[in-house]
C-alpha cells in the first residue's frame, strides 16, 4: 500500500512569490493533516480536515495561507505571498477515522523563501 | 507556550549503551503520548506510544517511562544501535474526543549512536 506522498520535495522561491504544495493521503483515510517544522523547533500543527471539511485550523499562522481538500482526497497548502518565516518542512499526515487511529506522515516539503 | 518541552536538543551515545530521552507537557488533557523516529529526507514515524494509566511500556529495546504526577515522560533505548541514529520527537495528543486529533509535538533530539 502507498504512502503518504507530497509534492514537492524542496521548493525554493522568492519572497512575495506564491508556492502550491501537494499531499496525497493513504487512501481511504478521511483525517488529513499539515503541520511545519520550522529550523530546529518543533512540528507544529497547521490544519486538519475530515473528508473536504477542515475540522480546525486554529495552527493556520496568518491568511496568507489557504489549503483546501476538494473531494476529499488530496489536499493542497498554498501561501501567497511567501514571507522569509514562511521557510521549513511542511508535513502532511493522514489516518483513518477515529482518535486512536495513527498517523502517517509523507516525507515533507522543504520550502526555502529567499 | 510550547506544551512539550523536550531534551535534550542532541544527543551522541556509543554503541551498545542507553540512550534517554526527556519530555515534559503543560496540557493534563493530553492521554497519548507517542514517540516519533526520523529518518533524513523520510517523515517521522510512529516508534512506540504510551496512555496514562500505566508507567512504563516496553518494545523490544525501546521502553517509555511515564510519571503522570510530573507530567514527564522518556524514551529509553537500550543497546544503542548506529542504525537507531535519527531524530527522535515526542508528542501528546487528546485522544479521549471520539474524533481524530492534532499532535503536539516537541522540539526534536538527534540521536547519533557511534561505533
Known amino acids: 500500500e502507498a504512502g503518504v506522498t507530497q509534492f514537492p520535495s524542496h521548493s525554493v522561491i522568492e519572497k512575495g512569490q506564491t508556492v502550491t504544495l501537494r499531499c496525497d493521503p493513504i487512501?481511504?483515510?478521511?483525517?488529513l493533516y499539515w503541520y511545519r517544522r520550522v529550523m530546529g523547533k518543533e512540528i507544529k500543527f497547521l490544519l486538519h480536515?475530515?473528508?473536504?471539511?477542515?475540522?480546525?485550523e486554529s495552527g493556520m499562522p496568518n491568511n496568507r495561507f489557504l489549503a483546501e481538500r476538494t473531494g476529499g482526497t488530496y489536499s493542497t497548502l498554498k501561501v501567497q505571498p511567501a514571507e522569509l518565516e514562511d521557510s521549513g518542512v511542511y508535513f502532511c499526515?493522514?489516518?483513518?477515522?477515529?482518535?486512536?487511529?495513527?498517523?502517517?506522515f509523507g516525507p515533507g516539503t522543504r520550502l526555502t523563501v529567499l | 507556550q510550547q506544551q512539550v518541552k523536550q531534551s535534550p536538543q542532541s544527543l551522541i551515545v556509543q554503541k551498545g549503551g542507553i540512550s534517554i530521552i526527556n519530555c515534559a507537557y503543560e496540557?493534563?488533557?493530553?492521554?497519548?503520548f507517542p514517540w516519533y523516529q526520523q529518518f533524513p529526507g523520510k517523515g517521522p514515524a510512529l516508534l512506540i506510544a504510551?496512555?496514562?494509566?500505566?508507567s512504563e511500556k516496553k518494545e523490544g529495546r525501546f521502553t517509555i517511562s511515564f510519571n503522570k504526577s510530573a507530567k514527564q515522560f522518556s524514551l529509553h533505548i537500550m543497546d544503542s544501535q548506529p542504525g537507531d541514529s535519527a531524530t527522535y520527537f515526542c508528542?501528546?495528543?487528546?485522544?479521549?474526543?471520539?474524533?481524530?486529533?492534532?499532535?503536539?509535538f516537541g522540539t526534536g533530539t538527534r540521536l547519533q549512536v557511534t561505533l
Open positions: 499526515a493522514s489516518s483513518q477515522e477515529y482518535s486512536y487511529n495513527e498517523q502517517f
Open positions: 487512501s481511504g483515510h478521511d483525517n
Open positions: 480536515f475530515v473528508k473536504e471539511s477542515k475540522q480546525d
Open positions: 496540557n493534563t488533557a493530553f492521554d497519548y
Open positions: 504510551i496512555r496514562p494509566d500505566v
Open positions: 508528542a501528546a495528543r487528546v485522544l479521549n474526543t471520539g474524533t481524530a486529533s492534532k499532535l503536539t
